[in-house]
């Protein structure tokens, strides 16, 4: 059972706006731990999108942004393809217990 | 360009144990830690623990302490995985990835990542 929330899924038409939040809690998220999000394709490993809330790895389009606020991340996907539907997992650290990095638990993009 | 390339598909019995090797080129082996992540069949991503090569020392998540050993070799930059006491459950692909800690230094992030080892345990 993680303890980021992720909603399992989301949909959009090719060109629109899609939000994934990723939902922790005062142990993590909201003691100040940065978050970052990974793509993952059918079949593949896990590619690093956003770093440190809201920094992208040299090569990921600027269609890609994240936020950070409170006890909560979002990850934006701006203008919509069909190369974007994949899981997408936020993560960070979380102290309680004996400290750990925690993943999310995940969202499946659909492209309609 | 860094790569990092992975040791192949394991069938492992119940109560054995599994080594996976990764092999990284492209970078400074030494300079980064290397973590090991797992994925169940249809699940989502699940942190195991990491190591950092030039210290050799390596934290594991407390699910795993003591049924998973974290090991570098410098002089052919390879980290391994072994997990021991294996069960149906840990039936899973495992990654390694390059870890990053953050400049503030609270959290790490993995930049690059292995292509995956299916390990299989079953009677």
């Known amino acids: 059972q993680s303890v980021l929330t992720q909603p399992p899924s989301v949909s959009g038409a090719p060109g629109q706006r899609v939000t994934i939040s990723c939902t922790g809690s005062?142990?993590?998220?909201?003691?100040?731990?940065?978050v970052h999000w990974y793509q993952q394709l059918p079949g593949t490993a896990p590619k690093l999108l956003i770093y440190?809330?809201?920094n992208r790895p040299s090569g990921v389009p600027d269609r890609f942004s994240g936020s950070k606020s409170g006890t909560s991340a979002s990850l934006a996907i701006t203008g919509l393809q069909a190369e974007d539907e994949a899981d997408y997992y936020c993560?960070?650290?979380?102290?309680?217990?004996?400290?750990?990095?925690?993943f999310g638990t995940g969202t499946k993009v659909t492209v309609l | 360009q860094v790569q990092l390339v992975q040791s192949g598909a394991e069938v492992k019995k119940p109560g054995s144990s599994v080594k996976v090797s990764c092999k990284a080129s492209g970078g400074t082996f030494s300079s980064y830690a290397i973590s090991w992540v797992r994925q169940a069949p249809g699940q989502g991503l699940e942190w195991m623990g990491g190591i950092i090569p030039i210290f050799g020392t390596a934290n594991y998540a407390q699910k795993f302490q003591g049924r998973v050993t974290i090991t570098a070799d410098e002089s052919t930059s390879t980290a391994y995985m072994e997990l021991s006491s294996l069960r149906s459950e840990d039936t899973a692909v495992y990654y390694c990835?390059?870890?990053?800690?953050?400049?503030?230094?609270?959290?790490?992030?993995?930049?690059?990542w292995g292509q995956g080892t299916l390990v299989t345990v079953s009677s």
């Open positions: 993560q960070s650290y979380d102290s309680s217990l004996s400290g750990s990095e925690v």
């Open positions: 005062s142990s993590n998220i909201g003691a100040g731990y940065d």
């Open positions: 440190g809330n809201s």
């Open positions: 990835a390059r870890t990053v800690r953050t400049v503030a230094g609270t959290t790490i992030y993995f930049d690059y």
